[in-house]
């Protein structure tokens, strides 16, 4: 009799405990393809005026994004990032350099801020179809198409005296990433990520045609991201 009342007792929390397991079960069943992506990290851009790349003679600057990102397929993602960077010239040209800027009009200096927006496509090299068989470890990457605004304060000489003004240029640009990202949990992951967006201009900086390149922007980023479910329309 009292093998039978404290079973009675005991069923119910175990009942209790199935149905919790059960429903844990086939909520992870329900793939989560959704991922919030927020990233930090140094950056420094490619100018004319830039400095002396060769010599590892430029300015770093910081660098966010946020991104979310939708998985389509067990290989393929599209991922929309819209973040911000410092620019800023830097190094030490040489006479002969600013004598060919002072003659070309062209900027000595810039700094500011470049806001950005794009959209891509993005691979993983180990693909999966739940968020709970994902590898310990993966590689993506990608390419897309965005656009960037990239708002200077420039001056026509390295004089303390010059007054800068103000540049806002528009652009687009082709952004280039991919990241090695590592599983922490469930639902979350920390990667190492890595951008170059390819800009479309070579006046950035206010200074054109020095470089034969024109005018880039590099990243490296330390990002979390964390998989989420997207909540159903009623």
Known sequence: MKKTIQLLVFLPFLVSSLESSAQNFYKERISRDNILTIGAGPSFAYLDNGGQYRDFNFEIEPSISVALTKKITQLLDVRA????????????????????WYQNFSSFTAKGPAYYFDVMPSINLVPFRNHMHRSKVNFYGGAGLGVMVAKTKQTKSFSPEEEPTTHEITTGYVPVRAGLSVRIGPYSDIAGEGTILFTFTDNLDGNVGFNKYGDHLAQAQIVYRRYFLQKPRD
């Open 81 to 100: 990032t819209l973040g911000y960077q410092g620019i800023s010239s830097g190094g030490n040209p040489s006479d002969n350099v600013t004598n060919f």
